[in-house]
């Protein structure tokens, strides 16, 4: 379980999306610097990247729960108000083994009401 928590608490950095603003540092083709978004990713964002994380996983053990995690990981962003550090740190993560760098950008009340409420959906299947 702690690998799911760990999951949601991952390292990255989402670029891309609505409400962007140039990067000047970014070399893309039109010379005009890629989009980078400055609030951060949507709980939808998250949670998708959840689901592509776990699915794209060697953990076969949780890929027939990916979408209940992943709606967990939505619900919880929304209604635990996740910081736009923390919803970027989890929409970049590129694998699941990219678990490690962001579970300071959480608080101890939002990880403990993740590691719950994902607890009580295994506990329901």
Same mark, same amino acid.
């Given at each position: 379980?702690?690998?799911?928590?760990?999951?949601?608490?991952?390292?990255?950095?989402?670029?891309?999306?609505?409400?962007?603003?140039?990067?000047?540092?970014?070399?893309?083709?039109?010379?005009?610097? %890629?989009? &980078?978004? =400055? !609030?951060?990713?949507?709980? /939808?964002?998250? $949670?998708?990247?959840? *689901?592509?994380? @776990?699915? #794209?996983?060697?953990?076969?053990?949780?890929?027939?729960?990916?979408?209940?995690? %992943?709606? &967990?990981? =939505? !619900?919880?962003?929304?209604? /635990?108000?996740? $910081?736009?550090?923390? *919803?970027?740190? @989890?929409? #970049?993560?590129?694998?699941?083994?990219?678990?490690?760098?962001?579970?300071?950008? %959480?608080?101890?009340?939002?990880?403990?009401?993740?590691? /719950?409420?994902?607890?009580?959906?295994?506990?329901?299947?």
């Amino acid at each position: 379980m702690r690998l799911v928590i760990a999951l949601v608490l991952v390292a990255g950095c989402w670029r891309g999306g609505s409400d962007t603003t140039p990067d000047p540092l970014s070399n893309d083709e039109s010379g005009s610097g %890629a989009p &980078v978004r =400055e !609030r951060g990713a949507s709980c /939808d964002e998250v $949670s998708a990247n959840v *689901r592509v994380l @776990i699915d #794209g996983s060697t953990q076969d053990d949780l890929k027939p729960r990916a979408a209940q995690i %992943a709606m &967990v990981v =939505e !619900r919880r962003c929304r209604e /635990d108000g996740w $910081s736009m550090e923390l *919803r970027r740190c @989890i929409a #970049g993560a590129k694998q699941l083994n990219d678990t490690d760098g962001c579970e300071k950008l %959480a608080t101890e009340e939002q990880s403990k009401k993740l590691d /719950d409420d994902i607890k009580l959906e295994e506990n329901a299947n």
